[in-house]
């Protein structure tokens, strides 16, 4: 079995008085797709922040590549690429800049490669226009552009398919497969009916009173 | 040593150990005020330049010590919620903090009361009695920060980094304050005492110090056990304690 | 499954440097600022509004102008400042952005120092370029003035580093704004004593370098600790998200 990326072990958290999980433990191996599932409010965005390394008020253990994962800071937030409900999108920029901006502190492309990747997520053509002007889905468009030019190994995607089309969906679930394929894992919460094969998952139960 | 530091930060430990030391504190506090407030207010030699009047100094540098020490206090355990996140030290952070305005007020107040009769004036913009008008001002933030955040573990590593950017700052806010006022004022009043205090005033002074401090061990232990019952209502040992108390 | 693996974790060593990294934070928040013109003539407006109120509330006879004019142009500076701060991170809040930064590779507090560098300069160093001209109408000399350039452009500064804490404190929070000033206007207030007192001095004909130099100090301290006080406040506020 291969070495996971990113371990649990007994992870606890409790937000506003609630109980949101206790005792949770699971392994993101590479080559998976993990879908986290439960109920309004269960505490999935809880979780994917507190993987991301957004959130601390958790306790428990976390471990990326068999290492305590807050001792590797720099090195696991070098292999990981979030993405949340905010895309993270300067509405006064323009698509291109955005994605140079968020791409600089990572691993700066030229803008051939950016335009491309723009191109790929079907937004050929407003590569000039600022993101304010363009639609919701539009502007996570944005910011789903990073999945087609991102190297980094473990993906984490909080409500990734929000505001996107029927064939935007279609086509980020076959960036998902193809991203496990090539041996890269995936963690994934949303509302819409995902089912890929061989998608393991998490399932959160309802908060509990504590 | 670290299972003792550990057990300290318990509440349900605390909560023990405070019910066993406060009668103490209490009792101390008060021998200790009462007579260092008796000798000082009623026995103590009169000032042979300011009279009656300095009398003041055995509620006002008491109650300015406090104002201060508390700040340095509740600098240290800011220092142990950021880095040991022990729960007791929150809980003291946000309970001594108000009652840490308080002396800073009670030092204030006692300083205009002693302005009075000898500068004629309730307020000067004395360099002592400004850095005490910005430590209150720097109390009134923490406390302002602290009722703003509603998740009480994020409101309480918050008012740590508060408390502890306020501690580097106010040896420089001193010191500006003493250079502000020499630049604008001769130093002709100060509220110092005078470096050869006499001995019948200085015992009495230094009575009511270590008495209001003990106080202040004790309102700190009864803030802390209330705000300890109120974080901690959910748990069995609070609900065994209250249920035990209805009897 | 992998077999043909070709995505492998790799070391941090291959991640950005710090300096790129800073440097394209700064280059996106004044591209961001110059987008929204706006933003950048509001803390000059407000400015001098604020200085225009003395003449009027106090009295425009020369000699209160000559004596108060430097006190009267580093509260306004210090208040435009102030207003500023709110903007420092609630829109990279709002859109997400700072969630990114803070999941950069490179250590926080630099990222963050990135950042109040650009605030400076979008706010601090244009209330510099223009006090000469409301101290003009103070009727302030020519010595007072350059000195109180000089003091601004030391201590605006560290208006905006000590500022950049608070701006993360109240990150999100109802009414941060007014609580921001709270916070903030008692830890400004040994940067106005000297900023001011060193004018004072210029005045009487002292020498001030060794005020300047005590003010260059509280640059110093500001810039080497304000940028952990911040990133660590950052840190807290997202966490409660």
């Known amino acids: 079995m291969p070495e996971p990326l990113l371990q649990a072990v007994g992870l606890e958290c409790e937000r506003d008085e609630r109980l949101l999980f206790q005792n949770l433990s699971f392994s993101i191996l590479p080559g998976t797709v993990t879908r986290v599932e439960g109920p309004n409010g269960s505490g999935k965005t809880t979780l994917l922040r507190i993987l991301a390394g957004l959130n601390d008020a958790w306790t428990g253990e976390l471990n990326w590549c068999g290492q305590p994962r807050d001792r590797h800071r720099e090195s696991y937030l070098r292999n ?52 304010r002007n363009l639609s919701a889905g539009q502007q996570r468009r944005v910011a789903l552009a990073r999945l087609l030019i991102a190297d980094e190994p473990l993906w984490l995607l909080d409500e990734v398919f929000t505001a996107i089309d029927a064939a935007g969906v279609e086509a980020i679930e076959s960036l998902l497969l193809q991203r496990a394929r090539e041996g890269g894992a995936v963690v994934v919460t949303t509302h819409h009916n995902l089912d890929l094969p061989g998608m393991g998952r998490i399932t959160l139960g309802g908060a509990t009173e504590r | 040593m670290w ?70 206090m509740m600098a240290s355990a800011a220092v142990v919620t950021l880095v040991w996140r022990m729960k007791l030290a929150d809980v003291f952070v946000k309970s001594v903090a108000p009652v ?30 400004t850095s005490m008008l910005i430590l209150l001002f720097l109390y009134g933030g923490v406390i302002a920060l602290d009722r703003s955040i509603n998740d009480e573990k994020s409101a309480a590593r918050a008012v740590a980094v508060l408390v502890l950017v306020g501690v580097v700052n106010i040896p420089i806010i001193k010191y500006s304050v003493n250079w502000w006022n020499t630049l604008h004022q001769p130093a002709t009043f ?32 009864l803030r802390m056990k209330t705000e300890i019952l109120v974080r901690e209502r959910r748990t069995r040992w609070v609900k065994d304690l209250v249920l035990a108390g209805r009897k | 499954m992998n077999a043909n693996a070709s995505i492998k974790v790799q070391s941090a060593q291959r991640s950005v440097g710090v300096t790129q990294a800073m440097v394209a934070v700064f280059l996106r928040d004044v591209r961001v600022a110059f987008r929204q013109k706006q933003d950048l003539l509001n803390p000059l407006l407000f400015f001098t509004m604020v200085v225009t109120l003395f003449p009027l509330g106090v009295s425009p006879e020369v000699a209160f102008l000559k004596q108060s004019g430097a006190g009267i142009l580093w509260v306004a500076a210090l208040l435009s400042v102030l207003l500023s701060l709110d903007h420092l991170f609630r829109h990279d809040f709002d859109d997400g952005t700072l969630e990114q930064l803070m999941l950069q590779p490179q250590p926080l507090f630099l990222l963050v120092l990135a950042k109040t560098l650009a605030h400076w300069m979008l706010t601090g160093l244009p209330l510099v370029l223009l006090t000469p001209v409301l101290g003009l109408m ?88 304000a940028p952990f006080a911040s990133a660590a406040a950052l840190r807290i506020s997202l966490s409660n998200s």
């Open chain 2, 190 to 221: 100060k509220l110092t005492e005078k470096p050869a205090m006499a001995m019948e005033m200085w015992v009495p002074l230094l009575l009511s110090v270590l008495g209001l401090y003990l106080l202040f061990g004790w309102l700190a232990c």
């Open chain 3, 138 to 225: 103070l009727h302030l000399d020519g010595n007072s003035v350059a000195t109180l350039c000089l003091t601004l452009l030391i201590g605006t500064p560290v208006l905006s580093l000590i500022g950049s804490i608070g701006a993360a404190l109240t990150l999100g929070l109802r009414s941060a704004g007014v609580l921001l000033s709270l916070l903030i206007i008692p830890l400004y207030i040994p940067v106005l004593i000297f900023g001011t007192g060193t004018v004072a001095a210029a005045v009487e004909g002292a020498q001030v370098s060794g005020y300047l130099a005590l003010m260059g100090a509280f640059l110093v301290l500001a810039l080497t600790l």
């Open chain 2, 100 to 129: 840490g305005l308080m002396f800073t007020f009670l030092a204030l107040f006692t300083g205009a009361v002693w302005g009075k009769p000898t500068w004629g004036t309730w307020w000067v913009w004395d360099a002592r009695l």
């Open chain 1, 80 to 131: 990981m690429l979030y993405l949340g409900h905010r895309p993270g999108i300067k509405p006064l920029l323009t698509p291109l800049e955005n994605l140079r901006a968020l791409m600089a502190g990572r691993r700066p492309l030229d803008d051939d490669a950016l335009l491309q990747a723009l191109a790929g997520t079907g937004l050929s053509g407003f590569e000039q226009v600022p993101c």
């Open chain 2, 3 to 72: 299972q003792f530091f550990h057990k300290l930060g318990s509440p349900k430990w605390f909560f023990g150990i405070a019910n066993r030391f406060m009668p103490w504190l209490l009792a101390g506090g008060l021998i200790l005020l009462v007579a260092g407030l008796v000798w000082g207010l009623a026995f103590a030699p009169k000032d042979y330049l300011q009279g009656n009047s300095y009398r003041i100094i055995f509620i006002h540098v008491p109650s300015a010590f406090l104002a201060q020490s508390i700040y340095i």
